[in-house]
């Protein structure tokens, strides 16, 4: 699996004849097919939200939401520059909507989520019901909904997308469309899907075919709530502080088929143990200030200084560790649900010897 073997003009002689028919030699490319562990193109990255927002802003002066259809700035991964990936498999951004303004309806065969950064009162409506986002929100647009933006509040608004457009582009199974109208019509009370799905209850007889979860706003406010009252059984992992995970309550299972999201609360001063996982991952910060040192392939370690607003982003099997200077709360999305329904999932904690384990 390690050495080529050696070319000699005969060879190269017979992969160029038969390069003509479409064919080439197995042997040559090997070794950079079947690796022995994963060695992503992606590099680990840091954006510190102070140093973006004046770029997010100054796009507001030179083109509307609407022209845009989204003005958003791409979060490209500097080893993946022009791909409009954040990993491998993953799309991010960072979306601005100013009051007024609307971006259109359309709808996709790829997923989306929104993570609400900066300002309170827009909304965006999936499927007839109009959802009013504060910081914190996590947003569902599930595959093939319509969906429209609008921000009827006085502040700019700002929030990070990710999307499995990478992982649908690779499949070849993309579809898109526009609405005929930019908004689409309302039909369900603002907060109707969390009453419904997001309460530990549900209708009597409720039946879906979709494979996203119904309720497709999990307000801050609530998951906040959650890790504030779970903090009081003092049960730490060394390597997520504590962490959570955003499920279907139909199933228990992700949120989202293609995109697994976690929120996690480190407590001031606590320091996690070095931790790797298969699934690249986008960080987003919601409170506190910390670091988190990752160890690229090349063994060089980066520390990232972080605070609230800012984006980072953990490429596949590298180590990584958390410091928190005040209570941080991270929120995180990667590509997990597909590899864990694939059978593909690893993770090692920094201290085991053995072989990773696969589990979800
Ligand atoms: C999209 O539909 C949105 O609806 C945002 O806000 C970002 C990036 C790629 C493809 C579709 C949106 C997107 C996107």
């Given amino acids: 699996m390690d050495t080529t073997?050696?070319?000699?003009?005969?060879?190269?002689?017979?992969?160029?004849?038969?390069?003509?028919?479409?064919?080439?030699?197995?042997?040559?490319?090997?070794?950079?097919?079947?690796?022995?562990?994963?060695?992503?193109?992606?590099?680990?990255?840091?954006?510190?939200?102070?140093?973006?927002?004046?770029?997010?802003?100054?796009?507001?002066?030179?083109?509307?939401?609407?022209?845009?259809?989204?003005?958003?700035?791409?979060?490209?991964?500097?080893?993946?520059?022009?791909?409009?990936?954040?990993?491998?498999?993953?799309?991010?951004?960072?979306?601005?909507?100013?009051?007024?303004?609307?971006?259109?309806?359309?709808?996709?065969?790829?997923?989306?989520?929104?993570?609400?950064?900066?300002?309170?009162?827009?909304?965006?409506?999936?499927?007839?019901?109009?959802?009013?986002?504060?910081?914190?929100?996590?947003?569902?647009?599930?595959?093939?909904?319509?969906?429209?933006?609008?921000?009827?509040?006085?502040?700019?608004?700002?929030?990070?997308?990710?999307?499995d457009v990478p992982l649908v582009g690779l499949l070849d199974a993309q579809f898109a469309e526009a609405y005929p109208t930019d908004s689409q019509p309302v039909g369900r009370p603002s907060g109707d899907s969390l009453a419904r799905y997001g309460s530990g209850l549900m209708p009597v007889g409720y039946e879906t075919k979709s494979i996203t979860s119904p309720v497709f706003n999990y307000p801050y406010t609530r998951t906040r709530e959650a890790l504030e009252t779970m903090r009081k059984a003092e049960e730490w992992d060394t390597c997520h502080g504590l962490k959570l995970?955003?499920?279907?309550?139909?199933?228990?299972?992700?949120?989202?088929?293609?995109?697994?999201?976690?929120?996690?609360?480190?407590?001031?001063?606590?320091?996690?143990?070095?931790?790797?996982?298969?699934?690249?991952?986008?960080?987003?910060?919601?409170?506190?200030?910390?670091?988190?040192?990752v160890t690229d392939a090349t063994g060089k370690t980066h520390t990232y200084d972080w605070g609230p607003r800012d984006t980072m982003v953990v490429p596949s099997w590298l180590w990584h560790r958390h410091e928190a200077d005040d209570d941080a709360v991270l929120f995180s999305f990667s590509d997990r649900p597909v590899q864990s329904k694939l059978g593909l999932w690893r993770e090692m904690r920094g201290n085991e010897q053995s072989m990773p384990s696969g589990r979800a």
């Avoid at 929120?263 to 200030?289: A, N, W």
């Fill in 5 to 163: 073997p050696t070319r000699t003009p005969e060879r190269d002689a017979y992969y160029k004849k038969i390069g003509a028919s479409n064919l080439a030699p197995l042997w040559e490319v090997l070794h950079g097919l079947i690796l022995k562990e994963p060695r992503s193109p992606a590099l680990p990255a840091h954006w510190r939200y102070g140093d973006v927002r004046p770029y997010i802003m100054e796009a507001g002066t030179l083109i509307t939401a609407k022209e845009a259809e989204r003005r958003v700035l791409v979060l490209e991964n500097p080893g993946l520059r022009g791909q409009s990936k954040i990993t491998n498999t993953l799309y991010a951004g960072l979306q601005l909507i100013l009051p007024g303004e609307v971006a259109p309806a359309h709808r996709h065969s790829q997923s989306a989520l929104r993570f609400i950064v900066e300002g309170k009162g827009a909304f965006t409506a999936v499927d007839g019901e109009k959802s009013i986002m504060a910081p914190g929100d996590f947003v569902i647009t599930p595959s093939w909904t319509w969906h429209d933006h609008g921000n009827e509040s006085r502040e700019p608004m700002v929030w990070m997308d990710g999307l």
């Fill in 245 to 293: 995970r955003y499920v279907n309550p139909l199933d228990g299972g992700f949120a989202m088929p293609t995109i697994g999201t976690f929120m996690q609360l480190l407590p001031k001063g606590f320091k996690t143990i070095p931790y790797r996982s298969t699934d690249g991952t986008v960080f987003s910060v919601v409170e506190g200030k910390g670091r988190t040192v």
